[in-house]
């Protein structure tokens, strides 16, 4: 479980983590949407959602992302 603090408010979402080449990917599931986070060149966390599930789901923002993301790079 990764804890996630948005807004004042804590959540926390399931997580799995994978190697994925010569890298490695987290799923965190968000409502019923996975989103699978990857570290960028600059070694920040990106995510890989498309924007229509982003539009569809009431659980997923941009500010949530962004926040997941600070969650995990706190992780290392």
Do not use: C, H, W
């Amino acid at each position: 479980m990764l804890p996630v603090n948005i807004n004042g408010e804590e959540l926390e979402f399931p997580v799995r983590m994978y190697a994925y080449g010569y890298t490695f990917r987290v799923e965190v599931l968000v409502g019923e949407t996975v989103v699978i986070f990857e570290p960028d060149d600059e070694g920040s966390y990106r995510a890989l959602v498309d924007a229509a599930q982003i539009e569809k789901s009431n659980a997923l923002s941009i500010g949530l992302l962004r926040a997941i993301a600070e969650a995990l790079e706190k992780l290392r």
